[in-house]
């Protein structure tokens, strides 16, 4: 390993190890929601009225997606309400019956409150005399009492402001609880969850995992992750209702306990009616406790149902992911029995190796995809835009597998009546020989040339895209007997050429005489019923001047495998035919006339 390399690893590996301990040491701070509530909730329990039942409802009011779910999170919310107002009643009759204990500096509060509270009701009784004298007074009178009026109107003000502000320090030195419960309740009965706003008809949570229409494993995955969440926090709201019912319940026997004592108090020492006053309040108190003990079993109740609920609708999307899982295990199974068959079926037939094996790859790629393709659906759903996606997809793999999709098509073309077979000769953009391969996208000659002067191979092996039988075209110079047009072109210098293109004309009748019978036969049976049959494969005799004689050109049929052997056969009977020639008279003796 080299030193940068050592390096390297050194301080991914010290970076790795710092992450690793901070996760761990930060692993407490992913729950926040819960640290949150438990600080919330503690505070709520802290305060002088507990309002835990009403927050905890609003926040489950939220999490309702069915009608019933809705209807649970309407009467949780009425009876949280109700069971807040009890507790207003009740922390006020407390309050009043238990004040806070007079400290020093709550006492100094209380004295200073209270002369304040009289400066300014001294005040406001000279401002009413004041303006009473204003009503009746005339002249300077009434400017004077108008001045006097205003100067005591601002001390009036004044001393309202010194009132307002030793009411303040008192409540927060926790001299008045009264005044505190007072604010309370002002601020409960002014928001909207205790207003008709709060037990309207709720909304449903659209953006919620559950409410979700998908069919996938992904999104049945998140619905049930999403409805375990929030039935842990009903049951944690159906919990902390039960401890207040509990709660209640203990103070509710604590307070009849007390009573008890009072009655056997006030009969023995006979101070009835003060007695008698103090037990009704205190009777009230009972009252309004188990009333609100009774709304919590009731809230408790209603929490417990919603779970149960919310339990239900967990069962039903486990056994959709269930059936998701059979539907994967399914394609998985007819995706293994597809390769099973795909690979004896090829097995069984005798095609040339390669291209066997490259039609089983394909077939089994192709098997494999769709099954990998089908699985992803039920993994994952139907893309909400897959009419976009595939056609962009598609137009895409158009463009940049042109070349393969024209060759994939045009080997079924290739493949069909009147294609190219292995071992026809053919001439394909220019190029001639003989076809030994057509593959799916591929066509392979042993070249030899073109139509007009092949002969033996040259020995390369041309490949061609099959997208040229689409696009282009191609020459097949087969039919059954793989027959083509040869020609042959013989010097004649005779005096006689006529008779000398007859003779040759008459060696290549003869020497082609079977080939003609079966070319003439077999266009015959290929050309369709419609076309009128007039193919003819008589050799064709023409001849041309050249410079020391004539040329005698005959074009004639033959097999294109048997090319050169019927050429040499022919070319022997011409040159036995020009060697048998006579010899030419000599020319004559006879004196040339005298001039």
């Known amino acids: 390993m080299r030193r940068y390399e050592k390096t390297t690893l050194v301080v991914l590996s010290v970076l790795t190890l710092a992450a690793l301990v901070t996760v761990l040491f930060t692993r407490d701070w992913a729950n926040y929601r ?31 997606v069915t009608h019933r779910e809705r209807d649970d999170a309407q009467e949780a919310l009425r009876l949280a309400d109700y069971s807040v107002d009890l507790a207003f009643s009740i922390a006020t009759q407390e309050a009043e019956d ?4 007079m400290t020093p500096a709550i006492k100094a509060l209380a004295a200073h409150l209270k002369a ?12 009413t005399g004041l303006t009473s004298q204003l009503t009746s007074a005339t002249g300077a009178d009434k400017d004077r009492i108008q001045a006097a009026l205003a100067i005591i109107q601002t001390q009036l003000s004044l001393d309202q402001d010194d009132v307002d502000d030793a009411q303040q320090q008192l409540i927060r030195a926790g001299g008045d609880q009264q005044a505190v419960i007072q604010q309370l309740l002002d601020q409960h009965d002014a928001s909207e969850a205790h207003s008709e706003k709060g037990t309207a008809s709720l909304a449903p949570d659209v953006t919620s995992p559950e409410s979700s229409t998908a069919k996938n494993v992904v999104a049945e995955s998140k619905a049930l992750m999403s409805l375990r969440s929030k039935e842990q926090q009903v049951l944690e709201a159906q919990h902390d209702a039960e401890t207040r019912a509990a709660s209640l319940s203990t103070s509710h026997d604590t307070m009849l306990q007390g009573m008890e004592q009072e009655k056997s108090q ?8 003060k007695m008698l006053q103090h037990m009704s ?18 809230l408790a109740a209603i929490y417990m149902n919603w779970a149960a609920f919310f339990g239900m609708r967990e069962k039903a999307f486990i056994h959709e992911i269930l059936v998701s899982v059979l539907w994967i295990l399914l394609i998985a199974m007819a995706a293994w029995g597809l390769n099973l068959g795909v690979q004896r079926a090829f097995s069984r037939v005798a095609f040339e190796r390669r291209q066997m094996h490259t039609f089983r790859v394909m077939t089994l790629f192709v098997v494999q995809a769709a099954a990998f393709l089908a699985i992803l659906l039920v993994v994952f759903g139907t893309p909400s835009n897959i009419g976009t996606m595939l056609a962009l997809t598609t137009a895409g793999i158009t463009v940049v597998m042109q070349d393969f999709i024209l060759g994939f098509f045009g080997w079924f073309i290739l493949m069909g009546r009147h294609g190219i077979r292995p071992g026809d000769w053919v001439e394909i953009n220019g190029v001639g020989g003989e076809v030994i391969d057509v593959s799916v996208f591929h066509t392979v000659l042993l070249e030899t040339g073109t139509g007009s002067d092949s002969g033996h191979p040259t020995g390369r092996r041309v490949s061609f895209m099959n997208n040229y039988a689409i696009q282009g075209h191609f020459f097949n110079f087969s039919t059954t007997g793989q027959w083509m047009w040869d020609e042959i072109e013989v010097q004649v210098s005779d005096m006689e050429p006529y008779a000398k293109a007859e003779a040759i004309q008459k060696i290549v009748t003869d020497a082609t005489a079977e080939n003609v019978r079966v070319a003439e036969g077999e266009w015959d049976r290929v050309a369709p019923y419609y076309v009128k049959k007039n193919f003819s494969a008589a050799p064709a005799t023409s001849i041309r001047p050249s410079g020391t004689g004539v040329t005698v050109a005959v074009r004639y049929i033959t097999r294109a495998n048997e090319r050169y052997e019927v050429r040499a056969k022919i070319y022997r009977a011409i040159v036995e035919l020009l060697h048998n020639k006579p010899e030419p008279e000599p020319a004559s003796s006879a004196p040339s006339p005298s001039r």
């Open 34 to 64: 819960q640290r949150f509530q438990a600080s919330q909730k503690t505070q709520r329990t802290t305060a002088l009225v507990d309002t835990t039942a009403l927050d905890t409802a609003q926040t489950l009011a939220l999490l309702a």
């Open 98 to 101: 238990h004040p806070a204990p």
């Open 116 to 127: 304040s509270q009289e400066a300014a009701a001294a005040d406001q009784a000279v401002v």
């Open 266 to 273: 006030s009969a023995s020492s006979g101070d009835g009616m």
């Open 281 to 298: 309040q205190d009777q009230k108190e009972t009252a309004a406790i188990a009333k609100r003990m009774d709304t919590e079993e009731q």
